[in-house]
């Protein structure tokens, strides 16, 4: 698995990102999902990269600065036919890696609650990451939930 920065171009990421949205308003109460489309993830404050095995499009993942010293978690997705392959910890390193190597203190990110977030809570949670308070202009509701990590 190869994990590196994509450009937002291709036709596999662009169908990968049409399902993470799709998903997210299919397990999302309405005016629940700050997910961003793909235009947004072009922004300069963004950095997105995809994880590979040859040609086959596994996850992807996006660190957008909120601050100079501050980042954010958007965009994990792990492709349905490689879930359980270890594709979204590659990601969420390479987003760790990438927040420290900018020199940011924290990493933070917004998710849902419910069956469909379990597992990606499980990865956050294993990797250091703790339930705190809203952050970056969101504000908490019964349904979204906010993790941070102190880096």
Not at 9 to 23: K, Q
Not at 36 to 44: G, M, Q, S, T
Not at 133 to 139: D, E, P, Q, S, T
Request: hydrophobic share 40%.
């Amino acid at each position: 698995m190869i994990v590196r920065p994509d450009d937002l171009t291709g036709d596999a990421i662009g169908a990968l990102l049409r399902h993470h949205l799709e998903e997210a308003h299919r397990n999302s109460p309405p005016g629940s999902v700050f997910a961003f489309d793909i235009e947004r993830l072009k922004a300069p404050d963004v950095t997105f990269w995809s994880a590979w095995e040859g040609d086959a499009l596994l996850g992807c993942g996006a660190l957008r600065e909120v601050a100079p010293d501050h980042g954010e978690v958007k965009s994990m997705r792990t492709a349905p036919e490689h879930v359980r392959k270890g594709v979204g910890a590659a990601i969420l390193d390479q987003l760790i890696d990438a927040a420290k190597a900018r020199g940011y203190r924290r990493l933070s990110l917004e998710t849902g609650s419910g069956a469909a977030y379990e597992s990606a809570l499980g990865l956050y949670r294993r990797r250091g990451f703790t339930s705190g308070a809203a952050f970056g202009g969101y504000v908490g509701s019964d349904f979204n939930q906010f993790f941070h990590l102190e880096l």
